[in-house]
């Protein structure tokens, strides 16, 4: 069972950065890899990149690319998702998610064995 937690969410203005963090209690870490999520009011849940185990390896979707990026910390068991230039349109709660021997283009949360509960972003105009 792997546990993770996210912080870092909150409320910013439109052109801001925030940077998320994922702290996972899996004791190999490495190879697990981790996805970011997020989901506001009323839409589905959706992909918003991914990382392998090492780090070798992102992916993101065209929505995101170019502003966000996803790194980790296999030392600290930590994945942070740095989060650029932002948009009313990035409001949504923002998840963390991991999957044993996964690869960075698994796209669907299905994928996904672990999730987090969670952080707020809020990004006003």
């Known amino acids: 069972q792997v546990q993770l937690v996210e912080s870092g969410g909150g409320l910013v203005q439109a052109g801001g950065s925030l940077r998320l963090s994922c702290a996972a209690s899996?004791?190999?870490?490495?190879?697990?890899?981790m996805g970011w999520f997020r989901q506001a009011p009323g839409k589905e849940r959706e992909f918003v990149g991914a990382?392998?185990?090492?780090?070798?390896?992102?992916y993101y979707p065209d929505s995101v690319k170019g502003r966000f990026t996803i790194s980790r910390d296999n030392a600290k068991n930590t994945v942070y998702l740095q989060m650029n230039s932002l948009k009313p349109e990035d409001t949504a709660l923002y998840y963390c998610a991991a999957k044993l021997w996964g690869a960075a283009t698994m796209t669907s949360a299905g994928e996904y064995d672990y999730w987090g509960q969670g952080t707020q972003v809020t990004v006003s105009s």
């Open positions: 990382i392998s185990g090492t780090g070798g390896y992102t």
């Open positions: 899996a004791r190999t870490f490495s190879r697990y890899a």
